[in-house]
């Protein structure tokens, strides 16, 4: 898919999509429990981007618990956006977001960020330089050894392994059990999803100005990963 297609896609999903994915709601919570406790030693003032950040969730989330902190969420979907702002606007921290309808590379290139999040996103990149130039756009609005917490689908899509995830993400995730509806969500996630082993997406980071990531999380297909900007770029 093309960036203008899921963005589109994700326009049509706005209203839904936090009721869809209430399903899957303690995947949620515990990826955002876990970033919660790698971005504990920022600063009481630190700046944070939110990559696509869609309608919200790990900013409400973390701006719950920091007082302090301020920021950024990048997001081309309008629509998602703007449940993201209205949530904000109910919990009381606009003041201390800024938001912008835009790709990331259509930001300025500021180091000025402390640690960055980037949920289920890169994914959408199905090709390998676009996705290390990607991180590197992370990467350059981070200041030196500034934090990323990523995460992605994530599998060997031609493992025995991936099978038996597969079936059961989808009926986490959708309720169907049919071989037809397994076969389109392969379908997708081998050739409209970027879905890769997790050595690759961890070696893609790396590539974007990142040192080694660390693997921290995985809830069936979801992977995470922490990282720290390299100093020099």
């Avoid at 790990?58 to 007082?67: G, I, K, S």
């Avoid at 330089?129 to 756009?137: C, G, H, L, T």
């Avoid at 071989?179 to 389109?184: C, D, P, T, V």
């Amino acid at each position: 898919m093309q960036p203008d297609d899921i963005t589109a896609l994700f326009d049509r999903q706005a209203a839904y999509y936090d009721t869809y994915w209430t399903k899957t709601a303690a995947i949620r919570d515990a990826l955002n429990l876990l970033t919660s406790a790698l971005l504990m030693s920022l600063p009481n003032d630190a700046h944070i981007l939110c990559v696509g950040v869609g309608t919200g969730d790990e900013l409400l989330h973390l701006a719950r618990q920091h007082a302090g902190w301020r920021f950024t969420a990048v997001e081309p979907s309008g629509a998602m956006l703007a449940v993201c702002r209205d949530k904000a606007e109910q919990a009381g921290v606009t003041s201390r977001c800024e938001f912008y309808q835009s790709y990331l590379n259509e930001q300025p290139s500021i180091p000025q960020h402390d640690a960055a999040t980037c949920f289920l996103v890169s994914q959408f990149i199905l090709e390998g330089a676009e996705r290390v130039q990607f991180f590197r756009d992370i990467a350059a609005r981070l200041k030196p050894k500034g934090l990323l917490v990523s995460a992605d689908l994530s599998a060997q899509v031609t493992s025995p392994e991936f099978e038996v995830l597969l079936r059961s993400w989808m009926v986490m995730t959708s309720g169907e059990t049919t071989k037809e509806g397994l076969a389109r969500m392969r379908s997708t996630y081998t050739n409209d999803v970027g879905v890769l082993p997790p050595n690759e997406v961890s070696a893609l980071i790396r590539a974007g100005g990142f040192d080694s990531p660390i693997p921290f999380f995985q809830a069936g297909l979801i992977h995470g990963w922490l990282a720290s900007r390299v100093s020099a770029q």
